[in-house]
Every structure is written in structure tokens, then in C-alpha cells.
């Protein structure tokens, strides 16, 4: 008589896969460095792991931020796609998906503006980090070392910068068109994008 062969299709509970993965040697050095203000270089972690390795690193910081410094764009935005997988995969609920900050797109002496996606996820990311609330997972950010060395608002800046409107709220159309103007914002005849 054969041995009977049992399959289970069950999902494997994540916080027992996690527990086991991090008593391996590998994660072990990359969530050595993890302490807060920590470096967890993956040099010695396959360039194919680097999204399972961020996302373990960032269920394991305790709801600080984990910033994850790319090589290149390319590498970025595949490394975001990968976080946008193994994050939520990890977490026991829904996880917020990484937060993306790229380069700009121009260089400094160029007469013209980022393109509208660039500044709009540079915008979100900072706006994100300076109105987060605590949460057992921090955000995870998905960058390059040059966008980190782009300038860009400081928190107080962005603060002084953001204007929340409410429904039913009453504004002085001068008084907002001041404003806007205060922020760089130009009269136009009619906007069809964004930008």
C-alpha cells in the first residue's frame, strides 16, 4: 500500500514565516543594523531578495520609518512594485503600500519644471511623512541617493505651504487667490492636467 500524500492549500500564517526567517543568518545581518538610526546594507543579500529583505526589515522596525536608497530609477521603481507584493503579504492586515520619492527628471540648469508625477509623488511622500501617525508598521520609502540629495521643503516649509478646505467651508476668493499666488501658481484660462 502507497502513502497517502496530503496537500493543504491553507495560507501559512505570516507571523510564523516571519519568526522562522528571521533566525536565518541573512536576515540576521540586516536586522542587525535595524536600530533606530541604523544602516542594514544588503550586500550580502541577492539583488532578487532586496523587497523581501526591506519589507522583513520594515515589520521588524517597530513603526519606524525604513528608507530603501536604490542604485538607479530602474532598480526603484521595480523595487517598489516588489514592496507593493510582500508587504501586505507579511502584515496580518492590509498594509499601506510604500511610499515613492524620485529623482527629478531635469537637471538644475534646465529652464523647466519636473514633470507633474515627479513632484506629485515627491509632494505626497513628504506631506505623508510630516502628518504620520504612529502605526505598528512605519512607512517605507522607496528612493535613490540622488533624490535624497535634491533639495526639497523642510517640514516646517510644507506646513506653511498646505492649505486644507473642508466642505461647506466659506473662502474669500481674493484672499485664496493671494495664496495661491504666494505658492507660485499662475491665472490660467482653463487647466485640462495636472501640473
Known sequence: MLPRLILSLAQPDPSATLAKLRETPALQAVLNGAEPGGVSPLGGVSQGAWAFSAAVLAHSAKGRPVLVICPTGKLQEQLQQELETWLPALAKRPAKPPLFFPAWDVLPHEARLPHADVLSERLETLIHLAKRQQSAIGPVIVTTAVALLQRTFSPAELKNRFR?????????PLDLVEWLEDQGYEPE?????KG
Open 164 to 172: 486644507r478646505f473642508k466642505l461647506g467651508q466659506r473662502i474669500d
Open 189 to 193: 484660462a482653463q487647466v485640462s492636467q
